[in-house]
């Protein structure tokens, strides 16, 4: 497996509008725009960081794991993503050394991505995500 980079920090967030003031306003972060991910039901905002994002989530559903994230753990950081060159393989050689996924099979993530999920179990407690561009 090869990690090419940190693709995106993924902030939970109640909503937003109200949340992409900091990261404009206070931070001078260019918002790049929203997609709304029905399958994940979630609403996604990406504000460009160098050669990553900060990715702001507000569920669109009330059973939606983003609003199961916000109700349990509040507003905050929500997972890590690491940009891989083959997700499958990835997927296969973590899977390989023992590694709990959440994801077996990549999912369509926002802006066409595959993405996969590891479980926290496996990762010291931080949601880790594998994406492909």
Do not use: Y
């Amino acid at each position: 497996m090869k990690i090419l980079k940190i693709d995106h920090l993924g902030i939970a967030v109640n909503s937003i509008e109200e949340g992409k003031n900091f990261w404009t306003d206070a931070l001078g972060l260019e918002f790049e725009g929203s997609e709304t991910v029905e399958e994940q039901k979630v609403t996604t905002a990406f504000f460009p960081v160098g050669e990553s994002e900060v990715e702001l989530l507000e569920s669109t559903a009330p059973d939606g794991p983003i609003a199961k994230f916000l109700e349990k753990k509040g507003q905050g950081i929500h997972h890590v993503a690491f940009r891989v060159d083959n997700i499958e393989a990835a997927l296969a050689e973590l899977k390989e050394k023992g590694i709990r996924l959440i994801d077996e099979k990549p999912r369509k993530g926002a802006g066409g991505a595959k993405i996969a999920f590891l479980h926290p179990k496996a990762t010291n407690g931080i949601l880790v995500e594998l994406c492909e561009r």
